[in-house]
């Protein structure tokens, strides 16, 4: 697609509304938004980042110049949203659509509900039909530009995949599309089996390993065991994609490129929330 020169920068800002919200599990909610906007949202990438932009407490967006058309570059509405005072401005928070029909304006987002519940936990639990939100996501009119992709594998033919819940869409997206003949190991990171929303999508001759949240080591056991796994294999055939909580995915990844050697262009990591604190940039 010929990219529409005029548009400053690869996303743009939809105006959505929510159409549905349906209950996957016990804390994982399907919202699925739509906007005759979203026609022009680019289904380019499998663990595409998003922002949701929540409505302010009473509703509507706080004024830094989102909706202007065509949607200014970030280094305008974000500086300017950074200006505001906190408790004036729209949250924002990072997500990957679990599926994107660009023909008819919808983009389904799975929300998992955290403990104690953030602010995007919080709308998603009471979104109703007809609230209204907005979305920064890739415009096709600009053509393929990779901003906002994390997953690059290359030639390689065996990877790793480590997920939390807030990863989940991402990864689940990633194994439905993986070339025939390359293997995936999928470490799934779960509080609990009922959330489990990611092992059922990993068949044969792929690998699904649940690991439990409360044991401390065990996603570095897992990694250790998968790289002591693939030690024989040439390094260009290995590809590593990590998700999840910020400080976690940073972790692995230092273990990874560190102790076990794998070069970094060849280990992608992805935070999509922070421990303690919101993950807004």
């Known amino acids: 697609m010929t990219a529409t020169l005029d548009r400053p920068w690869a996303y743009s800002a939809f105006e959505v509304e929510v159409t549905g919200s349906v209950r996957l599990s016990p804390r994982f909610v399907r919202i699925t938004l739509r906007g005759e906007a979203l026609r022009n949202f680019a289904p380019w990438g499998l663990d595409q980042r998003i922002k949701l932009v929540l409505p302010l407490p009473g509703g509507g967006l706080a004024d830094f110049g989102l909706l202007e058309e065509p949607t200014p570059h970030p280094s305008d509405w974000y500086s300017r949203w950074k ?150 294999l040439p390094r260009e055939d290995l590809y590593v994609w990590l998700a999840g909580e910020s400080g976690t995915v940073t972790s692995l990844r230092r273990l990874l490129t560190g102790r076990l050697d794998i070069p970094k262009e060849q280990v992608a990591f992805l935070g999509y929330w922070r421990q303690g604190g919101p993950l807004v940039g």
Request: charged share 25%; hydrophobic share 40%; proline share 7%.
């Open 83 to 232: 200006e505001l005072d906190e408790g004036e401005r729209n949250v924002l928070r990072t997500y990957t659509p679990a599926a994107i029909r660009s023909d008819a304006g919808e983009i389904d987002v799975d929300v998992y509900l955290h403990t104690p519940a953030g602010p995007a936990s919080a709308w998603t639990a009471s979104a109703r039909p007809g609230d209204r939100l907005v979305v920064t996501g890739p415009d096709r009119r600009m053509g393929w530009t990779g901003y906002g992709l994390h997953w690059h594998p290359g030639s390689a033919r065996r990877v790793l995949l480590v997920a939390d819940e807030t990863a989940y869409p991402a990864a689940r997206n990633i194994v439905s599309a993986l070339d025939d003949g390359v293997v995936a190991d999928v470490v799934v990171d779960a509080a609990t089996p009922d959330d489990d929303l990611l092992s059922p999508y990993v068949g044969a001759p792929h690998r699904a390993v649940r690991v439990e949240r409360e044991d401390s080591g065990a996603l570095e056991r897992a990694v250790i065991q998968w790289a002591t796994a693939t030690a024989e």
